[in-house]
């Protein structure tokens, strides 16, 4: 039993419980938002070189025609019901990867358990959108073979026995010969 989901080309931690009582445990967790995730991302580079910064932009979902399957800002036209979320944004390296023709910027954001596409919207909307997000570079970003997103550590505070969970970072030279760090901001450990 899958309880919560990762977009369709993010890898990384999931969580599927064994039975339905854990089920119904780790879903509540999710829904009263106890819980922490925190996402690895190749970012494209974009205005401004800060290393940590804090995003709060309601999200809402989309609807203008063509783009139903999708969400975004309050204050963009079409946006419905948003609420309010906040992303943190930690800067961990810069770098490249060959054939993709700029500089992403090698990041970890963090979050309390949030909203459908948050991060990548978040991202979009600071003009930083994720290497390989055909949806939210507007259709733009199709070069990379995935959306360059990974779940990689997950902490559930069920009432019975605290989850926490970390899928490596597959964003390093050995796992991807592609990408090669130029400079790093902070350490993934830290």
């Known amino acids: 039993r899958f309880c919560h989901q990762l977009d369709f080309s993010t890898s990384g931690a999931l969580c599927v419980a064994l039975n339905k009582a854990a089920a119904g445990s780790a879903y509540k967790c999710f829904k009263d938002r106890l819980g922490n995730k ?35 800002i309050d204050g963009t036209e079409g946006c419905e019901n948003p609420k309010p ?39 979009s909307a600071i003009g930083h959108p994720i290497v390989g997000d055909f949806t939210y570079s507007h259709k733009k970003d199709s070069s ?37 760090p130029h400079h790093v901001t902070h350490r993934l450990e830290e």
């Open 144 to 180: 990379p073979y995935r959306m360059m997103l990974h779940a990689y550590y997950l902490r559930i505070p069920t009432g019975k026995e605290l989850i926490e969970v970390c899928a490596p970072d597959p964003f390093v030279t050995t796992m991807d010969s592609n990408w090669v």
């Open 85 to 123: 979320c906040q992303s943190e944004l930690i800067v961990l390296e810069h770098g490249s990867d060959a054939g993709i023709t700029c500089l992403p910027d090698f990041s970890a954001p963090t979050l309390p358990l949030g909203r459908t596409h948050q991060l990548r919207v978040h991202c």
């Open 38 to 72: 925190c996402y690895l991302a190749l970012l494209r580079a974009g205005r401004g070189r800060q290393s940590r910064m804090t995003i709060r932009y309601a999200i809402g979902k989309n609807t203008t025609e063509g783009m139903t399957h999708m969400m975004c």
